[in-house]
């Protein structure tokens, strides 16, 4: 069982938590919410947005995230 922590920001005192029975589940919802994440805040800036801060978009995103193997 895998539980994936996932914060709007660096100081969410209140993250979205999921548990998932394999890690592909837990790779495809990630994969989906990254994608919504980027996907509004490229639809929403005021800003051109360069393939370098679209890479640093992402890379964001999967800072935010923890992954944990968790006993059954």
Known sequence: ???VTYAIDS??????????GCFSE???WIAEEVESRV??????SPYRI???DL???YIAEYQL???????Q
């Open 65 to 71: 995230m923890k992954i944990e193997e968790i006993a």
């Open 55 to 57: 890479d640093n978009l």
């Open 26 to 28: 837990a790779e495809d």
């Open 11 to 20: 100081l969410d005192n209140n993250p979205t938590i999921k548990h998932f």
């Open 50 to 52: 360069t393939e370098e």
């Open 39 to 44: 996907s509004f805040q490229v639809q929403h």
């Open 1 to 3: 069982m895998f539980k």
